[in-house]
T-cell receptor
Framework: ELKVEQNPLFLSMQEGKNYTIYCNYSTTSDRLYWYRQDPGKSLESLFVLLSNGAVKQEGRLMASLDTKARLSTLHITAAVHDLSATYFCAVDPAGDMRFGAGTRLTVKP | NAGVTQTPKFQVLKTGQSMTLQCAQDMNHEYMSWYRQDPGMGLRLIHYSVGAGITDQGEVPNGYNVSRSTTEDFPLRLLSAAPSQTSVYFC??????????FGQGTRLTVV
């Protein structure tokens, strides 16, 4: 059974600090997605990683994919309050998307 | 473009009632899907479709039916509502291997 595990599940960090969220998955997949969800809102696509070694950056967020290790990371640089949200990773090795449980990020002044 | 439109936004059902959650997209996406989101959990895939006339089961399909007669529409039917189906339901659409566009969600309560 495909499992997608994120850690940490909860992350409280100060503004200006760096941190990394990890996403491990249990079966082969060349595609990995990162999404953001604000409280009470829908999900927004952040990154689509389509091959081993893929790296994408948008603002203070950078995502990478290591398909051999079945690991993706979402790195946060110099966090700001606006990044407070829940971040989900997801994989779809056979067309059926599986999500991690999410990392709830709180950035404090 | 409206994107992905879900209706209704809120619904209360009695146990045993049936209903249909509507989902429509205007982006000509082939892939559409339905998820449920429960507190403290990620999204779980209920059913998905890779094109008109083609549907498949996801991780948690029991108690739900779908059909895809057009590219634009992908309704989700609850056959006989149960309290365990209380959840927030999201519809999404995408091109292959691209990030999904999500609707605003339907908050369903079954009493």
């Amino acid at each position: 059974e495909l499992k997608v595990e994120q850690n940490p599940l909860f992350l409280s960090m100060q503004e200006g600090k760096n941190y990394t969220i990890y996403c491990n998955y249990s079966t082969t997949s060349d595609r990995l997605y990162w999404y953001r969800q604000d409280p009470g809102k829908s999900l927004e696509s952040l990154f689509v990683l389509l091959s081993n070694g893929a790296v994408k950056q948008e603002g203070r967020l950078m995502a990478s994919l290591d398909t051999k290790a079945r690991l993706s990371t979402l790195h946060i640089t110099a966090a700001v309050h606006d990044l407070s949200a829940t971040y989900f990773c997801a994989v779809d090795p056979a067309g059926d998307m599986r999500f991690g449980a999410g990392t709830r990020l709180t950035v404090k002044p | 473009n409206a994107g992905v439109t879900q209706t209704p936004k809120f619904q209360v059902l009695k146990t045993g009632q049936s209903m249909t959650l509507q989902c429509a997209q205007d982006m000509n996406h082939e892939y559409m899907s339905w998820y449920r989101q429960d507190p403290g959990m990620g999204l779980r895939l209920i059913h998905y479709s890779v094109g008109a006339g083609i549907t498949d089961q996801g991780e948690v399909p029991n108690g739900y039916n779908v059909s895809r007669s057009t590219t634009e529409d992908f309704p989700l039917r609850l056959l006989s509502a149960a309290p365990s189906q209380t959840s927030v339901y999201f519809c999404a659409s995408s091109y292959p291997s691209s990030g999904e566009f999500f609707g605003q969600g339907t908050r369903l309560t079954v009493v």
